[in-house]
């Protein structure tokens, strides 16, 4: 791979930014220096096999995403981006890692569950991967593989107070895993949802004849997420877990997670685009069955109520530390229409995976978070949040080359037949239209998008074994 000099560019950091050249060796980050110097007397221009220009471009560390579902099964069916698609989706969005959800279905013993991801994920993805764990099946056999987790690179379990039957953990389940999570050092990640007062809900209005995609919204109502969020917390506080609740779309959830990190609480959020540009009436409510593209859980959120103006202001207050897509694709011909006529049976999940940084720099272009913040809710936290810090996150020399040049000058319109590498038949996001332009994208050195052209492979990405949180205390 030899030598490569980025220069001329703008490299942004999570506290800062400037003017600097990037030299890489290898897979590596060797040098951040002021343009044009010399170091030591090297010349360090005339060393390097492969100069890139990055004139007007911001240089930053390639974007994680801490949240998505590859092949996750649900509903009947399994999400459509495979890792092979879904990691060349990312890369073209300038992401170069993700952290995806390996599961323990019901019945299942959590290795077999993780031995499973290996299996799809190995040799298929074109960035580097890690894998949280999704404890499906909490018994005291699960328990006693946690005590195991951290040695195989996975630092954090997912649990769910939400879809009774299928992963769902009652109050006494998710109590021993945190004890578990507090011992440890495993971050717990919470689905705050309170389940089964959401399936009575579900059960009264489809009896009524309400079975749009709408009502999917309704059914999953805010009270039912600020209780659960308040509930795990709680129990957190009670055991000494450290706390991350995912995808978070309720204000009033949020004010649970600031109340809690206000009383000094090991407790963190992400929310995810969806949550912060679309809404229950907009889109959910979309005429006729259209509304399924935006069934995900927890769901979209009614604008008139204001959640999106204060997730953005959450962002920049840092009461939400971060931003991931929760990319869980499903087709509408064959998946989503699984769920005409009855709402609860379309497959939950949005696909986001390509857009998040494009989507999140259209906040900085609207003066909703800064240029640093951006870099830091993409890249910098998630990598400190799930032990990846130093290796991913930052430009600094010792860390894998994953970088991506940004061009502000640069225009990205979002749709099929436009910026669209998932494996889907619709884009959740058509006809958004960004400011700003992923120009170049370097995986561990290797340039895999080049402007127009892909240039990665299937098998660039390797497994990534995570140490345990930066944020623990
Ligand atoms: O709708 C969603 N979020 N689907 C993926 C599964 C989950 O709960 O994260
Ligand atoms: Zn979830
Ligand atoms: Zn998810």
Same mark, same amino acid.
């Given at each position: ?288 069955? +259209? ?62 995976? +390509? ?77 958004? +239209? ?40």
């Amino acid at each position: 791979m030899g030598r490569t000099l980025i220069r001329g560019g703008t490299v942004v950091s999570s506290t800062g930014r400037s003017e600097a050249d990037v030299l890489i060796d290898g897979e590596k980050i060797v040098a951040v220096f002021a343009p044009g110097s010399a170091i030591f007397g090297f010349d360090v221009a005339a060393s390097a096999d492969t100069v890139i220009d990055a004139t007007g471009k911001y240089v930053i560390p390639g974007g994680i995403d801490a949240h998505t579902h590859m092949e996750l099964p649900f509903g009947g069916t399994a999400a459509s981006d495979t890792f092979e698609t879904g990691t060349r989706a990312a890369a073209w969005g300038g992401t170069t890692t993700i952290i995806d959800f390996a599961v323990q279905s019901y019945g299942q013993r959590v290795f077999d569950g993780l031995a499973t991801w290996h299996d799809k994920a190995a040799g298929n993805c074109a960035i580097d991967y890690g894998f949280h764990q999704i404890i499906g099946d909490l018994n005291t056999d699960s328990l006693q593989a946690m005590d195991g987790l951290l040695a195989e690179g996975v630092s954090s379990f997912k649990l769910f107070m939400a879809y009774p039957g299928v992963f769902y953990s009652d109050d006494a389940q998710i109590l021993r895993a945190m004890q578990k999570s507090a011992e440890t050092g495993l971050m717990t990640m919470m689905h705050a949802e309170n389940g089964p007062a959401i399936d009575v809900l579900v059960g009264q209005l489809l009896a009524e004849g309400k079975t749009d995609p709408y009502y999917h919204g309704i059914a999953r109502a805010w009270q039912l997420e600020e209780e659960a969020t308040h509930r795990a917390i709680m129990l957190a506080d009670l055991t000494g877990a450290p706390l991350y609740v995912v995808h978070v779309s309720a204000k009033q959830a949020v004010a649970q997670l600031a109340a809690a990190r206000s009383r000094g609480k090991n407790v963190f959020g992400e929310t995810c685009p969806q949550y912060l540009y679309l809404s229950l009436e907009e889109n959910l409510g979309a005429p006729g069955f +259209e509304g399924a593209k935006w069934v995900c859980s927890t769901p979209l959120r009614s604008r008139a109520e204001g959640h999106q103006e204060e997730l953005w202001q959450s962002l920049r207050t840092n009461e939400l530390q971060l931003v991931s897509t929760d990319h869980c694709p499903f087709c509408m011909k064959g998946q989503k229409d699984l769920g005409l006529g009855d709402f609860s049976k379309i497959p939950n999940g949005i696909g986001s995976v +390509e857009h998040r940084l494009d989507l999140l720099y259209q906040g900085v272009v609207e003066g909703r978070i800064t240029l640093e913040r951006w870099v830091e809710l993409t890249s910098t936290t998630p990598a400190r949040m799930f032990g990846l810090y130093g290796t991913k996150g930052v430009i600094q020399p010792g860390a894998d080359a994953d970088v991506v040049l940004y061009d502000p000058a640069g225009h990205t319109s979002i749709g099929l037949g436009k910026t669209h590498h998932m494996n889907m038949d619709h884009s959740a996001w058509e006809g958004y +239209e960004i400011d700003g332009h992923v120009d170049t994208v370097l995986s561990r050195g290797k340039v895999i998008v080049d402007g127009n052209s892909y240039l990665g492979a299937k098998g660039d990405g390797r497994y990534l074994p995570r140490g345990l949180s930066q944020y623990l205390i």
